[in-house]
């Protein structure tokens, strides 16, 4: 919804599924974050999660979709098209109810889509010609992270909870990751290593 300073609703688009971000766009477009039920025949073969804890055994994923300001759908993505049944695996820790839960809607300069899938402890950019993912990171990092945005130097900064990490003592930081390397190049962590949800 966009609004004047006197509380005029100038635009609105509405979809029951959309959730936790959108983007306003240089060309005046919308891009939106929302979740769509995955294929039936692919649930099955999703891996991880707690066993039996689909919702009405479906489970939901991830989609982007550019809007015009007259509400033409220009662009869409859709995740279960591209993730991977094998490696893309939900957090063990957490229910089967959603494959991604996607918490970042942020479209960097090039038109690319960088996003979080934080049941997948996993940050992504979407290759917006391809779908593809043109860089995928966290695995065996990050743990339920929110935030990625892109810094001027190229360096992706985002805030890792540290909630069901991989690591031996769980704690939240702040990260900035050079995505040509992957490497960690700074990092705040809270002093006691505490998880900050």
């Excluded at 991989?166 to 505490?194: D, M």
Aim: proline share 7%; glycine share 8%; hydrophobic share 35%.
């Amino acid at each position: 919804m966009e609004l004047d300073w006197d509380g005029k609703v100038l635009w609105e688009h509405v979809e029951d599924t959309m959730h936790h971000d959108f983007c306003r766009l240089p060309n005046g477009n919308t891009m939106v974050l929302g979740w769509e039920p995955v294929p039936t025949d692919m649930v099955p073969h999703i891996k991880g999660g707690q066993p039996g804890t689909e919702h009405e055994g479906h489970i939901w994923c991830d989609y982007f979709r550019e809007i015009t300001p007259d509400q033409r759908v220009v662009w869409e993505w859709h995740g279960y098209e591209h993730l991977d049944v094998e490696t893309d695996r939900i957090c063990p820790l957490d229910r089967r109810h959603e494959w991604t839960h996607a918490n970042t809607c942020a479209v960097l300069p090039d038109g690319n889509v960088l996003t979080s899938f934080r049941l997948l402890n996993t940050v992504v950019i979407i290759d917006r010609h391809s779908g593809a993912f043109g860089w995928k990171w966290g695995r065996e990092e990050l743990g339920h992270q929110h935030d990625p945005h892109l810094l001027p130097n190229g360096n992706v900064l985002l805030f890792d909870n540290g909630w069901h990490a991989a690591h031996p003592t769980p704690r939240s930081r702040v990260l900035e990751v050079q995505p040509t390397t992957n490497t960690i190049v700074w990092s705040y962590e809270t002093k006691p290593g505490v998880e900050v949800f």
